[in-house]
């Protein structure tokens, strides 16, 4: 019986760590419209209503806003894109990994969209949470600190 629970333990925690594969893919889906589909396709791709599908499929959603040109879809796909990152944040508020998603995508858009609001709530929560992390996620957050505007030096010697 030990075993099965310990086993079920692993399995859960393997699913809750952030895929390097799925970062990777979002890091390159603002280089270009093809990278943005690939990223968008790996989403559906997601255990279906789970919280990491309905984030990772809101930020592919906005991606793909970037590169469409008809201004109405623009707009329809960043409110989906925008509505499912804050259901998967309101269902696991302390989740670093979608906090620095929605980091990474309010500070990166245009001000025009007003999709900014949690950029410092989400910065602070990143650095008080970040010794907490896998390495996948630590390595993910240093980098992605050293180009932010909103990460202070105060911040980047947290991160260590």
């Known amino acids: ?41 790996k989403t559906t791709s997601l255990k279906e209503n789970s919280a990491q599908r309905e984030v990772y499929e809101g930020a592919a959603l906005i991606t793909l ?30 989740n670093v990994e979608y906090r620095m998603v929605r980091l990474i995508l309010q500070e990166n858009l245009p001000k025009i969209v007003k999709y900014n609001k949690n950029i410092k709530s989400d910065k602070d929560f990143i650095v008080l949470h970040f010794k907490d992390q896998n390495k996948v996620l630590k390595e993910w957050i240093k980098e992605y600190a050293k180009e932010s505007k909103s990460f202070t030096e105060s911040d980047r010697a947290k991160l260590q």
């Open 65 to 94: 806003a970037k590169y469409e040109k008809q201004l109405k879809k623009k707009k329809e796909l960043m409110q989906e894109g925008a509505g499912k990152l804050e259901v998967a944040i309101e269902q696991q508020p302390n």
């Open 1 to 41: 019986m030990n075993i099965v629970f310990l086993w079920f333990i692993s399995l859960v925690s393997v699913f809750q760590q952030p895929s390097d594969s799925l970062i990777k893919s979002f890091q390159r889906a603002g280089e270009n419209v093809e990278s943005a589909k690939e990223f968008h396709n």
